[in-house]
């Protein structure tokens, strides 16, 4: 079975700097599909980026990066320009073949002013 | 608006009581998830469905039930057999069209049974 594995149950970050969370994951399939999703207070789970296996370039979203290493099965987020709002529990997620999401445990990301 | 609706958004039960927890998307997906999501920890996919009269168990289907009578809606019921039912409740769907299938997801419902 796949797992999904984030080593960093909390970080922190000050305001306007730049953060890089890790996901590792296991797999044996060459198509694949990862995603980072963020869950902020209110609890409502909302895509950030997404990343498709096959695809070399990193993903990029405004202030959201990613660094996948497929060799290493590594798929990190670097958010830039660290804001308040950023502040949430993000999830790494991966899904290949059928329709199922195999999350993470999450990280914890604390933005101090 | 199109969006994932899940209402109510806190329930409270008694201990032994089934309760029904709704789940309605307009974004004409064709898949539709419940997730379960303890404090702290990430989410467990409990039922899923691909299309209209057909589902699948998740990873922790036990003591929970589904149906699929329309495309737009995937009510979930925790039973009395849910040995541990208090926990955060998440809704998902996605099409089933291209590669990506991304999930998108209602704003869940925190049941509480005592």
């Known amino acids: 079975a796949q797992t999904v594995t984030q080593s960093q149950p909390e970080m922190s970050v000050q305001e306007a700097e730049t953060v890089t969370l890790s996901c590792t994951y296991d797999?044996?399939?060459?198509?694949?599909?990862l995603f980072w999703y963020k869950q902020p207070p209110s609890r409502q789970m909302i895509l950030v980026i997404r990343?498709?296996?096959?695809?070399?370039q990193n993903a990029t979203e405004n202030r959201f990066s990613v660094n996948f290493q497929k060799a290493a099965k590594s798929f990190s987020l670097k958010i830039s320009d660290s804001q308040l709002g950023d502040a949430a529990m993000y999830f790494c997620a991966y899904r290949s073949g059928g329709s199922r999401l195999t999350f993470g445990e999450g990280t914890q990301l604390t933005v101090n002013p | 608006d199109g969006g994932i609706t899940q209402s109510p958004k806190y329930l409270f039960r008694k201990e032994g009581q089934n309760v029904t927890l709704s789940c309605e998307q307009n974004l004409n997906h064709d898949a539709m998830y419940w997730y379960r999501q303890d404090p702290g920890q990430g989410l467990r996919l409990i039922y899923y469905s691909q299309i209209v009269n057909d589902f699948q168990k998740g990873d922790i289907a036990e003591g929970y039930s589904v149906s699929r009578e329309k495309k737009e809606s995937f009510p979930l019921t925790v039973t009395s057999a849910q040995k541990n039912p208090t926990a955060f409740y998440l809704c998902a769907s996605s099409s089933l069209w291209g590669g990506l299938h991304e999930q998108y997801f209602g704003p869940g419902t925190r049941l509480t049974v005592t």
């Open positions: 797999t044996s399939e060459s198509d694949y599909y």
């Open positions: 990343q498709e296996a096959y695809k070399q």
